[in-house]
């Protein structure tokens, strides 16, 4: 949960005076869950497109594992809106763990984006926790 700081200033015309009062006010920034599904898909989505996220593999498996990549995004959306919250972490885990670089699970995809992707990844799972 994110804490953020507005400031408002006021404009009160006193007696042909203008005066300027500055107001300050503080509430949270939280994200639902479904919001950052749909952030990280258009993250995903941009990644890909500027080649900032490549599939792993030689000829058409490159290209099939990214596909396999976002529908595991999409099958997460779906568990997510159907409040299956420990199967949506547990397939988020799972797109998290192609992309980690380590090698086994051997990873789907690489590229610039991908800590991008895991620090969002793990965002989702925190707030679907909380």
Do not use: C, W
């Amino acid at each position: 949960m994110k804490t953020i700081h507005l400031s408002i200033t006021l404009l009160i015309t006193f007696l042909m005076a203008l005066i300027s009062i500055p107001v300050m006010a503080e509430g949270t920034n939280v994200v639902s869950p479904e919001e950052q599904i749909d952030n990280i898909q258009d993250i995903f989505d941009n990644a890909v497109i500027s080649g900032t996220l490549t599939g792993v593999g030689s000829g058409n498996s490159a290209v099939g594992r990214l596909k396999a990549l976002r529908n595991m995004l999409e099958r997460a959306e779906q568990l997510i809106d159907l409040g299956l919250d420990d199967e949506a972490i547990q397939q988020l885990q799972d797109v998290y763990n192609r992309i980690d670089g380590n090698l086994k699970p051997s990873d789907f995809a690489s590229g610039s984006q991908t800590g991008t992707l895991m620090e969002t990844i793990m965002n989702i799972i925190q707030n679907i926790r909380a």
